[in-house]
């Protein structure tokens, strides 16, 4: 069945830091990646998508790239602020099969 | 931004009684899907919901569990009797399609805590 490694947290970085979250997938087919994001309290949020190769998502300044031939979408931002403050989950999604398969999650704390 | 609704945010139930928790999907959406979170795990599916009837269900979707969209607008979890383990994040979601670059809609969740 599908899988997702991500990787493990927490993560604790300064603010304006440099950003990566790697994470990394098994799935049949040419899956659909999606970042999700959820905020203390809160519940899920699309945070970006990609849906073939090379394709590369991006929102609110965060940037994934579709890499097919390493089986990752790694999730990086220049800059984080201290409202990036979260948990980031990553999530395939096979073509024909709807359900999600979430990672772990990666605990996300920005430090003023 | 149309979002997905969940009630109530948060359930205590005495464990063997039966909990129903609702959900309000994005009201074009035609896909529905319930999930869960055991407190520091991961975020694990437990079933599709597409056209009256399951799309697909997981291993923790066991017979004590239902599902149901009683109208044109909610949609349903039901626990029939509940257990310990049973505690946990409930998240509903919502997608318009069933292709996998539709992306799922999530609500806030409702937290269910059995005692």
């Known amino acids: 069945g599908d899988s997702v490694t991500q990787m493990e947290g927490p993560v604790t970085l300064s603010e304006e830091a440099f950003l990566t979250i790697n994470c990394t997938y098994t799935?049949?087919?040419?899956?659909?990646l999606f970042w999700y994001v959820q905020y203390p309290g809160e519940g899920l949020q699309l945070l970006l998508k990609?849906?073939?190769?090379?394709d590369k998502g991006s929102n609110k300044g965060f940037e994934a790239t579709y890499r097919k031939e390493t089986t990752s979408f790694h999730l990086e931002k220049g800059s984080v602020q201290v409202s990036d403050s979260a948990v980031y989950f990553c999530?395939?999604?096979?073509?024909?099969?709807?359900?999600?398969?979430f990672g772990t999650g990666t605990r996300l704390t920005i430090i003023p | 931004e149309p979002e997905v609704t969940q009630t109530p945010s948060h359930q205590v139930t005495q464990m063997g009684q039966e909990v129903i928790l609702r959900c309000v999907p994005i009201?074009?959406?035609?896909?529905f899907y319930w999930y869960r979170q055991i407190l520091g795990q991961k975020v694990e599916f437990l079933v599709s919901?597409?056209?009256?009837?399951?799309?697909?269900k997981s291993e923790i979707f066991d017979d004590q569990f239902s599902v149901e969209r009683p109208d044109g607008s909610n949609f349903t979890l039901k626990i029939r009797s509940t257990k310990l383990e049973d505690s946990a994040m409930y998240f509903c979601?919502?997608?318009?399609?069933?292709?996998?670059?539709?992306?799922?809609?999530f609500g806030d969740g409702t937290r269910l805590s059995i005692l």
């Open positions: 799935a049949t087919g040419y899956p659909s």
């Open positions: 919901f597409y056209n009256n009837e399951i799309s697909e």
């Open positions: 979601a919502s997608s318009a399609g069933g292709r996998s670059n539709q992306p799922q809609h």
């Open positions: 999530a395939p999604s096979n073509f024909g099969n709807e359900k999600l398969t």
């Open positions: 009201s074009n959406h035609l896909y």
């Open positions: 990609a849906t073939k190769a090379d």
